[in-house]
């Protein structure tokens, strides 16, 4: 096989990459459309002189994408407790790394898309985020050119309406999250409740694997509480670590340690933080969405 195939296909491999990791919120989901992209594109290569490759490669990704998404519906809608996205995580220490990750999509963006009919997920994707033109839009979908615009309307109208407040730049998160761990440690209810906001939601995933709780935790009360009892555990972890990390492009935490019946904790927190107040806590537990993270450590 020609290196220049390869090679073109390996220069848009992170472009895909992000299309279909933004569309389905997983990493091994996003990197099996890819692969499948690429079979495709050298399938018909072989027949077709492709112009635009950058172009074709997006339309096959988003159609695949689509394809897999409708298919996950069935799924997550069986899927015990809540659903959170795999974590795409950083660490602190590599300054390149630092600046792609701030181009990454944040967790409480792909949590509220979850709520999003398929094509209005593909819609806003593709022509928020990449700028692909409805036209275009349309055929990966397979509707109307007016239909992809209504679809994107509909879907950013639900995103606005649904999405955690999340303005903060990295230093004020990392304040944040500093004040929020201090009091969670010590078990200072008062001021871990006025670090929350009054309509903060805490989000667990734990895949029916590990109990991470089957419903949100509301309110700054009740989320204090919460984090307050799992933080008064941790005296029965051994070698518990909590390291910031960047978790989606915003700072959040990768948890480790290991419990005294021999039981490994793994978690990796990220939140959402405006004015100054955490307004959503997300907590992966899945050990099947956390591999990338814990595997290479």
């Given at each position: ?53 950058r172009g074709w490669l997006t339309t096959v990704t988003g159609r695949l994408s689509l394809d897999v998404l409708k298919s996950a519906r069935v ?145 700054a009360d009740k989320v204090a509480r919460f984090y307050a009892g799992i933080f008064h555990h ?64």
């Amino acid at each position: 096989m020609p290196s220049s195939v390869i090679d073109s296909f390996e220069a848009e491999r992170p472009h895909l990459m992000a299309i279909a990791y933004r569309i389905l919120g997983s990493r091994a989901e996003a990197e099996d459309v890819v692969q499948d992209a690429w079979l495709r594109f050298d399938r018909a290569r072989r027949t077709t002189e492709i112009q635009d490759v950058r172009g074709w490669l997006t339309t096959v990704t988003g159609r695949l994408s689509l394809d897999v998404l409708k298919s996950a519906r069935v799924r997550r809608e069986a899927y015990p407790g809540q659903w959170l996205p795999e974590p795409v995580v950083t660490r602190l220490d590599d300054p390149a790394e630092r600046v792609a990750m701030r181009q990454e999509v944040g967790l409480a963006l792909l949590v509220v898309m979850e709520r999003l009919a398929p094509e209005q997920r593909v819609a806003v994707v593709l022509h928020d985020a990449f700028g692909v033109p409805f036209e275009e839009i349309a055929d990966v979908l397979g509707a109307s050119v007016a239909a992809a615009r209504q679809y994107a309307s509909r879907g950013r109208r639900a995103i606005a309406e649904g999405q955690a407040r999340h303005t903060a730049d990295l230093a004020e998160q990392r304040r944040v999250l500093e004040a929020f761990l201090s009091a969670a440690t010590s078990g200072d209810l008062q001021a871990l409740a006025a670090v929350l906001a009054p309509d903060v939601v805490a989000v667990g995933d734990g895949g029916g694997v590990v109990n991470a709780g089957t419903r949100p935790v509301f309110g700054a009360d009740k989320v204090a509480r919460f984090y307050a009892g799992i933080f008064h555990h941790a005296a029965d972890v051994d070698g518990l670590t909590l390291e910031p990390v960047l978790v989606n492009g915003d700072l959040g935490l990768v948890i480790s340690g290991t419990y005294r019946n021999g039981r490994p904790i793994r978690s990796v927190i990220g939140a959402a933080v405006a004015d100054g107040r955490i307004t959503a806590i997300y907590n992966q537990l899945n050990p099947a969405k956390l591999g990338s993270v814990f595997d290479h450590r």
